[in-house]
């Protein structure tokens, strides 16, 4: 039998392995145009936790009852189109089964010369989220100050790296010892901040930014961020990539509003949608590749072994057990 995992209910607040249900299902066939396909990297990401509310975003819901879905890179085992054969990676938007059919219109093929896990991280969204957020909103400038929250996140910890390319000071915040170390040892980030043990926030801001904030990649908003804020610089920039520290919020978070601190610094702070830039992914996939290879760009992964641990990974995600991107090996 084949398995796959069903969203079994919704959650409220922190989701649990229970809103989850491992099962069996029928072996498919492919149809004309259609490729088998067998899960070989399965991708955990915090947009799913709003997709398991049925609030309206700018994707659908998961339903209830019916399986999980995402990127994943998967292996061709059967081919009914005649530009794939047994063996291919590919990589698409599918579900959370270890095998399925699969239009071959909606997959892309992939290099295996290269890490195939990397097309859900370094070169795959992620990364495409850290390259146009930072380009296209951060606008750095050598030598102006850059502070990264979520920093050794999948996107973070490419954040933190474009910021170094373009001459800038940067200052990563992330959740244990292990990550700043990672941060500032690997990835030569200039200050660091373990926000779990930091007393003060704010004063930790001050200190790893005397010159102020210029750029703000907000991976993670809620507290950290209303600190970041108290320091910004005038026409400082502040990039919305993500709210993950209120993602599982049963309550609309209350807290200081920025507006007249951003009218007094001239500053801007814009939301985005990684898909918004999707015309350009080819060129971000682009000038990420070319920075990995020519070793300008280090990256890491957590991979967890096993399909069946799909649903703790996610969750994991919320409370930090990933060091780069988050992924499930079969
Ligand atoms: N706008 C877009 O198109 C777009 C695309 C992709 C991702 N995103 C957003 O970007 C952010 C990072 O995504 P990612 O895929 O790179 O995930 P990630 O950073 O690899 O994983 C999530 C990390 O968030 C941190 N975290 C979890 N709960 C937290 C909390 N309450 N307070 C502070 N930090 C917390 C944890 O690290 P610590 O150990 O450091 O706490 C955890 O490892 C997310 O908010 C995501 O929704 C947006």
């Keep these: 039998m084949n398995r796959q995992i069903i969203l079994k209910?919704?959650?409220?607040?922190?989701?649990?392995v229970t809103?989850?249900?491992?099962?069996?299902?029928?072996?498919?066939?492919?149809?004309?145009?259609?490729?088998?396909?067998?899960?070989?990297?399965?991708?955990?990401?915090p947009y799913m936790r709003s997709r398991m509310s049925d609030a309206?975003?700018?994707?659908?819901?998961?339903?209830?009852?019916?399986?999980?879905?995402?990127?994943?890179?998967?292996?061709?085992?059967?081919?009914?189109?005649?530009?794939?054969?047994?063996?291919?990676?590919?990589?698409?938007?599918?579900?959370?089964?270890?095998i399925q059919t699969i239009n071959a219109q909606h997959v892309t093929k992939l290099d295996k010369a290269v890490q195939l896990s990397y097309y859900l991280g370094i070169l795959g969204m992620p990364g495409l989220t850290a390259y146009f957020g930072m380009?296209?909103?951060?606008?750095?400038?050598?030598?102006?100050?850059?502070?990264?929250?979520?920093?050794?996140?999948?996107?973070?910890?490419?954040?933190?790296?474009?910021?170094?390319?373009?001459?800038?000071?940067?200052?990563?915040?992330a959740g244990s010892d292990d990550k700043t170390a990672y941060l500032k040892d690997v990835l030569k980030v200039d200050e660091v901040i373990n926000y779990r043990t930091e007393k003060d926030m704010k004063a930790a801001i001050e200190r790893t930014c005397p010159d102020g904030v210029d750029v703000y990649y907000d991976n993670v908003g809620g507290a950290i961020s209303d600190a970041v804020f108290s320091n910004i610089n005038k026409?400082?920039?502040?990039?919305?990539?993500?709210q993950i520290s209120l993602y599982n919020s049963t309550e609309v978070p209350v807290g200081p509003r920025p507006q007249p601190l951003m009218v007094k610094k001239s500053a801007l702070m814009q939301g985005f949608i990684v898909s918004n830039y999707s015309a350009r992914?080819?060129?971000?996939?682009?000038?990420?590749?070319?920075w990995l290879g020519d070793g300008k760009l280090a990256y890491q992964e957590t991979i967890v072994d096993g399909?069946?641990?799909?649903?703790?990974?996610?969750?994991?995600?919320?409370?930090?057990?990933?060091?780069?991107?988050?992924?499930v090996k079969m």
């Design 9 to 16: 209910s919704r959650p409220t607040g922190m989701p649990a």
């Design 19 to 45: 809103n989850f249900e491992l099962a069996e299902t029928h072996m498919p066939s492919p149809e004309e145009g259609e490729l088998l396909v067998k899960s070989l990297y399965i991708s955990v990401d």
């Design 56 to 98: 309206k975003s700018y994707v659908p819901s998961f339903e209830v009852g019916k399986p999980m879905d995402g990127g994943v890179v998967a292996e061709v085992i059967e081919s009914n189109h005649p530009d794939f054969v047994v063996g291919d990676a590919v990589l698409g938007h599918l579900q959370w089964k270890v």
């Design 135 to 173: 380009n296209e909103i951060g606008k750095p400038v050598a030598g102006e100050t850059v502070v990264v929250s979520g920093a050794a996140g999948a996107v973070g910890m490419v954040v933190c790296q474009i910021a170094k390319l373009k001459g800038c000071r940067v200052v990563g915040i």
């Design 235 to 242: 026409f400082a920039r502040i990039i919305l990539c993500g």
């Design 281 to 290: 992914f080819g060129e971000g996939i682009h000038q990420l590749a070319q």
């Design 307 to 327: 399909f069946e641990k799909l649903p703790e990974t996610f969750i994991g995600l919320f409370h930090g057990k990933n060091t780069g991107k988050f992924l």
